[in-house]
């Protein structure tokens, strides 16, 4: 029980504690201690040093494991950054939402946690609804114009979408009607070992009820608006959350129902949608790029091209899903750097646009340095991470069925990563007009720090390719009858 | 009797589409939430526990009574217009929802020679989710596009009935609460949206582009 | 047989006499329920009379088409109260299929009175006729829609076969009857000129739709037009208050109950839902006939799909 309790029910009392005490220093020690506590159990749980023991409803199995533990890497960090973010002089009217944010920070973790270790189709859609619930007042933080209206746009697109997937969880009751699952619960567990006897019809309907609405969720492309809308209005740190780990928690509901479809005749038409879901998402942010403005929707729109890289991957299976796999981790880590950064470059020359902001190299080299790696990093430039797992993605679609995909994704890469770096190169190189050379030295900010941290971390992962890890979704893989 | 209660439902939806007055919009969602505790509290009757009476009792209570007690609340607060500003011609959308309901009737009813379902709720509730779309499409103002929304859950609510689906008490509780929240934040949000924008339509969301 | 025929012609002769007290009634109850002590309920027998009595006069541009258009009117109105059972009677036309020819004779009633409108020559007139046929176009649908249901469902095409195969003890079958008769109480708002779709009591041209068409006429002619006015409310009501007839028992004494009850309380809900509601923009009357007919087409799309 004590799982379910750091898991679930600790966030929770301390959101309550949070609404009680009003002293945000308190409440960021408090979250603080949360998230290190959560972030410890996950570690344990992955590496197999803690047993499990969750009540009904909830349980866990490799894929939980390794997508527990990413959300509690990244809320982990997201908290750790928090207090010298909410210390910045922000404009006067944030102030009344700085009282709120530790609150919904903490409500987030339960209910992500909750979706994530669910094991029962209904438990997960109460809770994959309670963080959009929890997320989208924290994108109304700057309490302006473009917040607000982002933030309208994220409540109600993704809750309509999440109400198709309600729909599409009846439908797999549907599906059961007639064999030996009917009148069972929806659990995961039993619903993947009798998948073969579903109703195909019924499946396929509930499949794409489910992609097609958790995809406003997950960002993928053409239902993206909202969520790109929401992440570049967002404050940094939210953005980044959204971006690391609330896409994950919405993807893992595609997973769970993926996982129900592989063994029956319906694979192949529910890897034809994944395909086409993340092809659309990196045509539709290889479009985008060409007329980039705001550099933080071209980040959210980076999200859309790495998450569409991730489904793509789930859909051509083989090696391409472990990739798929490690592009999740290394992603989410990829983000919050880059998202923590240009929060700096927001904060200090008051923009999002990319043509008024120039010579960041100048003004803050650190901010600037950083950035221009985690922009390196993001885009697969080897020994950062995703290096590694976008090559096993290239490998594993150039050995499956479809090797002509890769011709595409490899084109829209290309234009990605060159229309992207034009717009963070000029934002980091061209002076401005008129502007004197100063070099200021920037102060050393804990974001930096954190900044740091991260790319060692990732860099350690990908060089050192920990054993656990490994075998982990090399279960996963297995869950999902994938041969390698 | 779920046939005649989804009778009534549809009945409700084609209300709600010629209507032209937002307060109707609140008085068919009420409509609705009865008829869906009505449906709820037969199935309770034929095999009666203490247990399952809850969950009507909480149905009742979120969709009839706070549900729309709060979007009247923020309709009179907010001093919102009472006409519903369709976007396309009202006349033009009672058509194109017949059609809709009778290609939902029948395709349902082939589908329904393989598996075992009630054809007349789940055809009725699929036509209700489709009509919270077509609201959500066809309409400017905010407000009615929570009431679509809600229309949509209630839909979705139906759909379930008729498919048999039992999910745990816990769960739908939570449905319940989150569908709730989720009114409860868009009002607020409309509040601060009226504030800013000195408007609540749809016209007024116009900044966040590419 | 010749108890049959009697019957028949004594229904006749209930419809015929009857429908001036109905129209009567409604304007009573509608007096009362705004304030009015409202004109006595014999009213409409006097204003006949009253008409009766008046020169015919014809516009010198009309042609014979003005002329045999009343008589025309009333004759197919007393045909189609010819096939309308009511109570427990036998109609004296009474066929299969007679729903149709029932349709389409007060199609013709209608259709004459359109000729003869335009037969004038006046544009006041021709605007009246030309909306009376727009909005007959919308609710010639409904009758089919919901008479059609009920009779697609029954299997009979006799509308005295029809009404005999309502059973109100069945739950779900008692629940489509009421909403039958909701359209079906539409249809007789817009076929009969009520309010929302017409206000009877206006003679403001720009809003007219009915009684713009008869303005030119005089003498026995608007006598004609009045009378089959009358008598055709008179049988939406009795196509209405049908529904409601115990059938399965017949007991005389509950029909004539049941019948002046009926007409009664169509009487109080006419007036109220002319005191509560004002006449509906031109625009939005199509899309009001519109709503009856769809529900029509989901009594129809429900009683299909439910074996």
């Avoid at chain 1, 109600?156 to 064999?179: D, E, H, P, Q, W």
Wanted: charged share 10%.
């Amino acid at each position: 029980m004590l799982d379910f309790f750091i898991f679930i029910l600790l966030p929770v009392l301390s959101a309550a504690f949070c609404f009680f005490v009003k002293d945000l220093k308190t409440q960021y020690s408090i979250s603080l201690i949360v998230a290190l506590l959560h972030l410890g159990l996950s570690l344990l749980v992955f590496l197999g040093l803690y047993n499990t023991d969750l009540p009904t409803f909830f349980s866990t199995d490799s894929l939980s494991k390794l997508f527990l533990l990413i959300l509690s890497n990244v809320y982990f960090w997201i908290v750790l950054v928090s207090y010298s973010y909410l210390k910045r002089p922000i404009i006067p009217k944030a102030e009344e939402a700085k009282k709120y944010y530790f609150l919904l920070l903490n409500f987030y973790l339960a209910s992500n946690s909750a979706a994530i270790l669910s094991n029962h189709f209904g438990m997960y859609w109460v809770a994959a609804e309670a963080t959009t619930l929890s997320v989208s007042p924290l994108i109304y933080f700057y309490r302006n114009e473009e917040a607000l209206e982002a933030m309208w746009k994220y409540l109600f697109l993704v809750s309509v979408g999440i109400a198709f997937a309600f729909i599409g969880i009846l439908l797999l009751t549907l599906s059961a009607k007639g064999t030996p699952l009917e009148g069972e619960q929806l659990f995961y567990t039993t619903f993947i070992k009798n998948a073969s006897q579903l109703n195909p019809i019924w499946l396929k309907a509930s499949f794409i009820f489910i992609f097609v609405g958790l995809s406003t969720k997950i960002g993928i492309a053409p239902m993206h608006s909202g969520d790109v809308d929401a992440t570049s209005n967002a404050p940094s740190p939210i953005a980044a959350l959204m971006s690391g780990s609330l896409r994950l928690t919405a993807l893992i509901g595609v997973m769970r129902i993926y996982q129900i479809i592989r063994p029956t005749s319906s694979s192949e038409f529910a890897r034809t949608i994944l395909i086409i879901g993340g092809l659309l998402s990196l045509f539709f942010v290889f479009v985008y790029m060409f007329k980039v403005k705001n550099f933080k929707r071209m980040l959210a729109y980076s999200s859309v091209e790495h998450l569409g890289l991730i489904t793509l991957g789930l859909g051509i299976g083989g090696l391409a899903f472990v990739g798929a796999l490690y592009h999740s981790i290394f992603n989410s880590i990829t983000k919050i750097i880059l998202f923590l950064m240009a929060g700096n470059i927001r904060h200090n020359y008051n923009t999002r646009e990319v043509l008024k902001v120039r010579s960041v190299l100048n003004f803050m080299p650190k901010t600037g340095w950083l950035f221009m790696i985690a922009f390196l990093a993001i885009s697969g430039i080897p020994p950062l991470g995703l290096f590694f797992s976008e090559i096993k993605i290239f490998e594993g679609i150039l050995f499956s069925d479809k090797p002509y995909i890769l011709a595409l994704v490899m084109f829209f890469l290309l234009f990605i990563f060159i229309n992207m770096g034009k717009a963070i190169f000029n934002m980091l190189y061209k002076n401005g007009d008129g502007e004197q050379q100063s070099y200021k030295s920037e102060k050393f900010e804990f974001s930096h720090f954190i900044a740091i941290a991260l790319l060692i971390l990732l860099t350690c992962i990908a060089v050192f390719s920990p054993n656990i890890l490994f075998e982990n979704i090399i279960n996963i893989a297995k869950d999902f009858g994938i041969i390698l | 009797m779920e046939n005649v209660l989804s009778i009534l439902f549809c009945l409700s939806l084609f209300y709600v589409i010629v209507t032209s007055r937002v307060k109707a919009y609140v008085t068919v969602l009420q409509i609705q939430g009865v008829l869906l505790s009505v449906l709820l509290i037969i199935q309770v009757i034929h095999n009666f526990s203490v247990y399952g009476i809850i969950l009507p009792i909480t149905l009742l209570l979120v969709k009839v009574i706070l549900i729309p007690r709060y979007i009247n609340k923020v309709i009179s607060e907010l001093e919102i217009k009472r006409r519903i500003e369709p976007t396309i011609q009202q006349m033009i959308l009672l058509p194109i929802v017949i059609v809709t309901m009778i290609t939902i009737f029948i395709v349902s009813s082939i589908l329904s020679k393989n598996t075992a379902m009630d054809v007349i709720p789940f055809a009725s509730g699929f036509s209700s989710i489709v009509v919270g779309i077509y609201i959500i499409m066809f309409r400017k103002k905010l407000i009615v596009h929570v009431c679509g929304f809600l229309i949509l859950e209630n839909g979705i609510f139906l759909f379930g009935t008729a498919v048999a689906s039992e999910l745990p008490m816990l769960i739908e509780l939570g449905v319940l609460l989150d569908v709730f929240v989720v009114v409860f934040l868009m009002g607020i949000t409309l509040n601060r949206i009226s504030s800013t924008f000195k408007g609540f339509e749809v016209s007024h969301l116009g900044r966040l582009k590419d | 047989m010749g108890i049959d025929i009697l019957q028949g012609i004594i229904s006749i002769i209930i419809i015929l006499g009857l429908s001036p007290l109905f129209a009567g009634l409604v304007n009573k109850q509608k007096a009362i329920l705004t304030g009015r002590i409202g004109a006595p309920i014999l009213q409409p027998y006097y204003d006949l009379q009253k008409i009766f009595k008046k020169e015919t006069i014809n516009a010198t541009s009309s042609s014979f088409i003005s002329r045999i258009s009343p008589l025309i009117n009333l004759v197919t109105l007393v045909i189609a109260a010819a096939m309308l059972p009511v109570g427990f009677w036998k109609p004296l036309i009474s066929f299969s299929g007679d729903i149709i020819l029932f349709a389409y004779i007060l199609g013709l009633a209608r259709f004459f009175q359109i000729l003869a409108a335009m037969d004038i020559g006046s544009s006041f007139e021709g605007m009246g006729a030309a909306r009376e046929a727009t909005f007959a176009l919308f609710a010639e649908p409904i009758f089919f829609f919901t008479i059609g249901s009920i009779s697609f469902i029954s299997g009979f095409t006799s509308l005295f076969d029809i009404y005999h195969s309502i059973e109100l003890t069945n739950i779900s079958y008692g629940v489509f009857i009421i909403i039958c008769s909701i359209s079906v109480f539409m249809l007789a708002v817009s076929e009969c000129s009520r309010m929302p779709v017409d206000d009877p009591n206006t003679h403001l041209e720009l809003t007219m739709i009915h009684e713009v068409m008869i303005l030119d006429n005089s003498g026995i002619d608007l006598f004609l037009y009045q009378y089959s006015s009358y008598i055709k409310l008179f049988i939406y009501a009795i196509l209405e208050i049908s529904f409601f007839y115990p059938f399965s028992q017949q007991s005389y004494l509950l029909g004539i109950l049941i019948f002046i009850t009926g007409s009664a309380a169509l009487t109080f809900v006419l007036g109220v839902v002319e005191t509560i509601i004002s006449r509906s923009k031109m625009k939005n009357i199509p899309q009001y006939l519109l709503f009856a007919t769809a529900i029509g087409i989901l009594n129809l799309l429900i009683y299909t799909f439910t074996k």
